[in-house]
């Protein structure tokens, strides 16, 4: 077990993540002096609590997909466990090497699904980000909270409109051929768009929207990209939502869903708006929420226990419906890739929710992409951050997708389509799309 060698995608050495897994494995007390490093800041109690729950057995440490790409025991869930261990006891200073083998983990808690002991490594990562977040130096900082990251995520991606308005420009450019502009317009983050647009063709979706009303009102969460790349998946949601039945209403004051702030160090800017969030769907009278993505729905979940609202992701939501509820549905002959977010399969632990939206579409062939329980990279802001990790990950996905040759790839998530669809020339959508080209049949 090689605990000395530097992440690849960065040159610093990593001496002192092997210091600090020893440290936790041998006696802190003994361990030699820190002195020459900066102080350390004070123990941060729930961090050591949720490390302390480790008992150091590896069982996820295979499982974990940025160990399997670098072999680093720093880069897999026990050994950056020892690092938040080390920093919280305040016997392990950051440097920029322990900040990275942190900060490249790509929060999909592949690690704490299977761990025996119920380690809650989703809440522990995120804290230790925060806990980077108040270090002084930006070399010690997570990577998101670099002032171009912040712009970037404040001022664009975060905003829907603009966001929708960026995606039309960067769109007309590549329709017009201009792809030098396009890339200069779209800088850092240009190899992380999709070289099509996601979602079917609209002629496979349209004729499906009705005025429903008689069931209920459903509040619609279209997250930061549903003006822009996943319009047509919003597209889609009104008008399954209304073809069975219901009104959609789609608050203006919503807001993003506070994801990437939470995962990238920055907790109290994912709680104002997730306040934000409920106070905009309360004021529209609504308390039950359908989002569209899963790592949405996953951030979102805390709005079920400390505001009441029902949320739910529209897969989630649809499979929740009575079959009596679902209109009698003709054949649809398409072979279907399934891709299984992170978000769904850890987070949710749905795994098999897209499998089991889409088998009451007579017809469908579904079909398994290699490795789905493995992270395809994208991990929110993780595929602008770390690039060649998200890349890496990425390969062996479209590898598999080739051999399937399916006639549409779906993802439960934005992130994870835009990220698949950025690598290869696929038509990327989400399940609830396959659904409406499925009503607009029975619809004639
Ligand atoms: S969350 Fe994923 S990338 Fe991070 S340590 Fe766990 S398995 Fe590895
Ligand atoms: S996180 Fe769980 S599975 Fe991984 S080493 Fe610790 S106790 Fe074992």
């Known amino acids: 077990m090689d605990l000395t060698t530097p992440r690849a995608e960065f040159s610093q050495p990593a001496a002192r993540t092997a210091l600090t897994i020893a440290t936790h494995h041998c006696n802190l007390p003994n361990m030699p002096s820190q002195a020459s490093h900066p102080a350390p800041l004070p123990l941060d109690e729930a961090i050591r609590a949720d490390a302390l729950d480790c008992v ?104 829907r409109h603009r966001l929708g308005i960026a995606w039309g420009v960067y769109r007309a450019t ?75 209403i789609t608050p203006s004051a919503q807001t993003c869903c506070g994801a990437m702030h939470a995962h990238g160090g920055d907790p109290e800017g994912a709680r104002v708006r997730r306040e934000r969030n409920a106070a905009a769907f ?77 088998e009451r579409i007579p017809g469908l062939e579904l079909l398994d992409i290699a490795d789905n329980q493995r992270c395809c990279g994208a991990a929110g802001m993780q595929v602008m951050l770390y690039p060649q990790q998200a890349g890496r990950l990425r390969a062996p996905k479209l590898q598999s997708i080739e051999s399937l040759q399916p006639d549409v790839v779906v993802s439960a998530n934005v992130g994870c389509a835009t990220h698949l669809a950025a690598g290869a020339e696929l038509t990327m959508a989400q399940p609830v799309e396959v659904v409406a080209a499925a009503l607009t049949r029975w619809r004639g």
């Open 56 to 159: 150091m057995c590896g069982i996820c440490v295979p499982h974990c997909p940025t160990f399997a790409l670098s072999q680093n025991e720093a880069d897999g869930p026990r050994g950056r466990i020892s690092l938040l261990l080390g920093i919280s006891d305040g016997a392990l200073p950051v440097d920029e090497s322990v900040r990275d083998h942190l900060d490249a983990c790509l929060t999909c808690r592949a690690c704490e699904s299977v761990c025996p002991s119920g380690v809650a490594y989703g809440r522990l990562i995120d804290a230790g980000r925060a806990r980077l977040a108040r270090e002084d130096g930006a070399a010690q900082r997570p990577r998101a909270l670099a002032r171009h990251w912040r712009w970037l995520r404040d001022l664009l991606l975060t905003r």
């Open 174 to 248: 590549r329709l017009l051929g201009a792809d030098r502009l396009a890339r200069r317009l779209t800088g850092v983050i240009g190899h992380s768009l999709p070289r099509r647009p996601l979602g079917l063709p609209r002629s496979q979706t349209t004729g499906a929207s009705g005025s429903g009303s008689q069931r209920g009102k459903i509040g619609l969460f279209v997250g930061c990209t549903g003006e822009a790349m996943n319009a047509p998946a919003a597209r889609a949601t009104r008008e399954v939502l209304a073809a069975m039945g219901y009104q959609v």
């Open 282 to 358: 309360r004021e529209a009278g609504l308390d039950e929420v359908v989002v569209i993505g899963t790592a949405c729905r996953s951030e979102l979940a805390e709005l079920e226990t400390a505001q009441g609202l029902r949320v739910r992701e529209i897969t989630e939501w649809l499979l929740e419906r009575e079959p009596a509820e679902w209109p009698s549905i003709p054949a649809l002959d398409w072979r279907v890739a399934i891709h299984t977010p992170c978000s769904q399969r850890n987070h949710l632990g749905q795994s098999d929710a897209t499998r089991q939206l889409l």
